[in-house]
């Protein structure tokens, strides 16, 4: 079993190795889209500060669901702990009766 834990993660290592090869060098990434954000971003949005206008006019749903998600790991932790609070006593639920 640890041998095949060891292949298996030299296997992952060395794709990782080869993946990271074949990317491009440092800030010669030429993207499509960020040099639309960057030429119109005043044209279409009308804001001053670039970084806002991407996050909160282009990017809109996908901040949304973010915050979302944000929020339901937020109130799922809060649902585990609140048990354990002091001074509560539950009693253990009953999923078969």
């Known amino acids: 079993m640890n041998k095949l834990v060891f292949l298996i993660s030299l296997t992952l290592l060395a794709v990782f ?36 206008a991407i996050v909160w006019d282009y990017r809109a749903y996908d901040t949304l669901g973010e915050e979302t998600v944000l929020f339901t790991a937020t109130l799922g932790i809060y649902a585990l702990f609140r048990r354990y ?13």
């Open 17 to 52: 190795i080869l993946f990271t090869l074949y990317l491009p060098a440092f800030g010669s990434f030429d993207n499509k889209i960020s040099n639309y954000y960057i030429k119109n971003t005043l044209k279409d949005t009308e804001a001053s500060n670039s970084v806002s």
């Open 85 to 97: 609070r002091k001074g509560i006593k539950k009693k253990p639920i009953k999923i078969f009766s």
